[in-house]
């Protein structure tokens, strides 16, 4: 298996512009997880899906930050207007979806800075 | 509060000095705790996961165990390509099958 798949790997984009994320997790996984991680903050939860349906997305920083999972294989997290306090390297994580197996597959990341 | 802390948040050894790093933990019903490794510029990668106190798992030169409060994650005679961060994180009762993360710990082991 390839494992998690996120891209770009890099984003520079100036403040105000539209940024979009993409995600494709571990084929057979149930759970999709977008975090951000900074230096002061450390990995943060924005939200997750379970099936493709949003269950919690109480990390979600305001309504700038929007995310989607339109089928199995293919997750965005979309920032519109960016801002620079959104610079960080968001990671997209799956696992599959049976009892007791907890663990999390994250993918490469993308580091994203707003100028 | 719930939450997970690491020490130290830098560590810097020689090669072949072993050491311990620790993880403690404020939650009720613990679920799982999970050890994983982050190189610059990737993401992490899962090493352990640890489910009640007392249990161990080894890994190469890296042994995990876990107390009701804490995990250590021993690193016995570490090489310089055991030089990341490590990262520790706990999966509780009544989180909504989240992951409360720490903030890691930088270790960095000289040739």
């Known amino acids: 298996d390839a494992g998690v798949i996120q891209s770009p790997r890099h984003e520079v984009t100036e403040m105000g512009q539209e940024v979009?994320?993409?995600?494709k997790p571990i084929s057979g996984h149930d759970y999709l997880f977008w975090y951000r991680q900074t230096m002061m903050r450390g990995l943060e939860l924005l939200i997750y899906f379970n099936n493709n349906v949003p269950i919690d997305d109480?990390?979600?920083?305001?309504?700038r930050f929007s995310a989607k999972m339109p089928n199995a294989s293919f997750s965005t997290l979309k920032i519109q207007p960016s801002e620079p306090r959104d610079s960080a390297v968001y990671f997209c994580?799956?696992?599959p979806g049976l009892s007791g197996q907890e663990t999390q597959y994250f993918g490469p990341g993308t580091r994203l800075l707003v100028l | 509060e719930d939450q997970v802390t690491q020490s130290p948040e830098a560590l810097r050894l020689q090669e072949g000095e072993s050491s311990s790093l620790n993880c403690s933990y404020t939650v009720s019903g613990l679920r799982g705790l999970f050890w994983?490794?982050?190189?610059?510029?990737?993401?992490?990668?899962?090493?352990?996961?640890?489910y009640s106190a007392g249990e161990e798992k080894e890994k190469e030169r890296l042994k995990a165990t876990l107390t009701k409060k804490e995990s250590f994650l021993h690193i016995t005679a570490p090489k310089p390509e055991d030089s990341a961060t490590y990262l520790c994180a706990v999966n509780y009762a009544g989180n909504n099958r989240k992951l409360i993360w720490g903030l890691g710990t930088s270790l960095a082991v000289n040739p």
């Open chain 1, 20 to 23: 979009t994320l993409r995600c």
């Open chain 2, 36 to 50: 994983y490794r982050q190189d610059p510029g990737k993401g992490p990668e899962f090493l352990f996961t640890l």
């Open chain 1, 93 to 95: 994580a799956s696992r």
């Open chain 1, 58 to 63: 109480s990390g979600m920083p305001e309504d």
